[in-house]
């Protein structure tokens, strides 16, 4: 990354592209999801939980919507999409900057609601594609387009989606 990344630049980081994107209907195949419960909760923030573990998980999430009276339905906002920005991006994204200070300078945008209005203004269908995403790398760093990098496309990918479909079906986040 360090030949890679041009001179003097600095990255701006920030997952709110990636609710954008309709992570987890690519995650998982789901296109539509029931109504986001501690259940559902559990099966996003990790699979294959031992089933005792499982119903532990639940009562944290159980917890967490209720002190952090969670649901942003009311405000127009999708709360699996809420749930990947408030929950999800909040656990990586400090990983992420971890691996990329070594290499150059890059800041963090987190929790910022108009920019992540801006990216899930577009419909379902053209997030799902990544249209807005693949507009903003196009006007502001063409050749990033060139680099693949994601693994959704692979066997393996296409095989961790079905898993993760038939898990969520099995644990009842379908």
């Known amino acids: 990354m360090l030949r890679w990344f041009p001179q003097d630049a600095l990255e701006v980081k920030g997952e709110a592209s ?4 309709a992570t987890y209907t690519k995650r998982s195949g789901i296109k539509n999801f029931p109504e986001l419960d501690a259940r559902a909760m559990s099966n996003l923030y990790k699979s294959f ?11 944290y999430f159980e917890e967490f919507k209720r002190k952090g009276e969670f649901g ?9 999409d809420l749930f990947f920005w408030e929950h999800r991006t ?23 609601r108009i ?19 693949l507009a903003v790398c196009e006007k502001l760093w063409p050749g990033v387009l060139a680099i693949q990098t994601s693994q959704r496309t692979s066997a393996k990918g296409r095989v961790k ?14």
Request: proline fraction near 2%; charge should be negative.
């Open 18 to 21: 990636e609710v954008g994107r």
């Open 161 to 174: 989606v079905l898993v993760e479909n038939v898990f969520s079906g099995l644990t009842g986040s379908k």
């Open 90 to 112: 909040a656990c990586c994204a400090s990983l992420g900057m971890q691996d990329h200070d070594i290499y150059h300078d890059a800041t963090a945008i987190m929790n910022n």
């Open 72 to 80: 942003f339905s009311s405000l127009g906002y999708d709360d699996y």
């Open 115 to 133: 920019l992540m209005n801006n990216f899930l203004t577009p419909s379902f269908e053209d997030r799902l594609q990544d249209k807005m995403h």
């Open 49 to 59: 939980y031992p089933r005792h573990l499982l119903k532990r998980v639940d009562g």
